[in-house]
């Protein structure tokens, strides 16, 4: 499973990292970014969670 943040439509409200710190983090220009090639699998719900949650659908999760 891999993880992708669009970081153009990422509006930084932050919720990925905190919901998923394994898989995401804040850039210094506040936008989110994957710090993972590959979502390991102990945190794969956590990641398909920040991709629910992110208000403007930013994060792609492909399996």
Known sequence: MKAR???DAC???GLCPDIC???FEMTDDDVARVIVEV???DAEDQ???AAD???VDAID???
């Open 39 to 41: 979502v390991p699998p």
């Open 47 to 49: 990641a398909k969670e």
């Open 5 to 7: 943040v669009d970081q």
């Open 53 to 55: 949650a992110c208000p």
């Open 61 to 63: 999760i492909e399996e």
């Open 21 to 23: 710190p394994e898989v």
């Open 11 to 13: 509006i930084g409200c």
